[in-house]
């Protein structure tokens, strides 16, 4: 497939890889991304392994059939679920997955101890064994799943007290105890405000602009990279049929649009 087809298709439980596709469409504004966000399906991460891969390989199959030429996966419990196997099973095509950010947070050096908020779905799987056995041994690394948290970023209303209390039961405890924190779901970079009023100002890591750097080395690699006078499109498509969802997506995505673009690459 030449580079001015097709298009790059992304997909999440829902509306958190809204997240990934800001630094996506910082980082490759040329390119045609189509989203797609699993909300019928929500939340991936109280679900079973071979549950969350069936739904990875439903989707992966129908961007497929539908033209995609580049594949991410915006959701750490896909990733870890279904990453390798989908690229096992689809070797032609380049399949970018995202994980918890913890090496770049031991790799600035500057943490006493780091908290890694995930799915436990995420947190309990081989991937997230291997990236503590090679990054969580010389300083504190404190796991902690947040049942319930994204399925709750998904309703919206990320101002509403209800959130505030909620992350603050996950995190509150914590507070005075660690200085970083790696955000291991897609749905997290949006609560940022309540983590700080629940840590006080700690650092924060995310997989975005990781996933958004692989993606543009794999697309030069294979010379799939849109050409710079293609118009960069995104389009948006939801599992359920909420009329509101779509909307969602595309107020999430301008919000995490703009702060990528606010922090540059
Ligand atoms: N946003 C996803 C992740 O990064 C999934 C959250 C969920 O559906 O539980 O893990």
Not at 90 to 107: M, R, T
Request: net charge negative; aromatic share 8%.
């Amino acid at each position: 497939m030449s580079c001015d087809e097709g298009f790059i298709g992304v997909f999440d439980s829902g509306v958190g890889g809204t997240s990934v596709l800001g630094e996506l469409v910082h980082e490759l504004p040329h390119e045609h991304f189509v989203y797609y966000g699993d909300s019928a399906n929500a939340p991936y991460g109280d679900k079973t392994p071979e549950q969350v891969l069936e739904l990875s390989e439903h989707i992966v199959q129908r961007f497929i059939d539908d033209g995609a030429r580049a594949i991410v996966i915006a959701c750490n419990t896909a990733t870890s679920c279904a990453a390798e196997i989908l690229r096992a099973r689809w070797q032609d095509i380049p399949i970018v997955g995202v994980e918890p950010a913890l090496k770049p947070a031991v790799e600035a050096g500057c943490h006493e101890a780091i908290l890694v908020m995930a799915t436990s779905t995420t947190l309990k799987l081989e991937k997230f064994k291997r990236l503590m056995e090679a990054y969580g041994k010389d300083r504190e690394v404190i796991p902690l799943a947040c049942p319930g948290l994204a399925d709750r970023i998904e309703r919206g209303s990320l101002d509403e007290p209800d959130l505030a209390l909620l992350v603050n039961s996950f995190v509150g405890s914590y507070r005075d105890k660690v200085d970083g924190v790696v955000l291991g779901c897609t749905h997290y970079p949006f609560i940022k405000n309540h983590i700080i009023a629940a840590l006080g100002n700690v650092a924060m890591y995310d997989g975005g602009r990781g996933v958004a750097h692989q993606l543009r080395r794999l697309l030069e690699r294979d010379g799939l990279l849109a050409c710079g006078d293609a118009d960069g499109r995104v389009e948006f498509c939801s599992s359920d049929d909420d009329e509101h969802r779509l909307e969602l997506y595309q107020h999430f995505f301008e919000h995490a649009l703009a702060i990528a673009e606010r922090n540059g690459s």
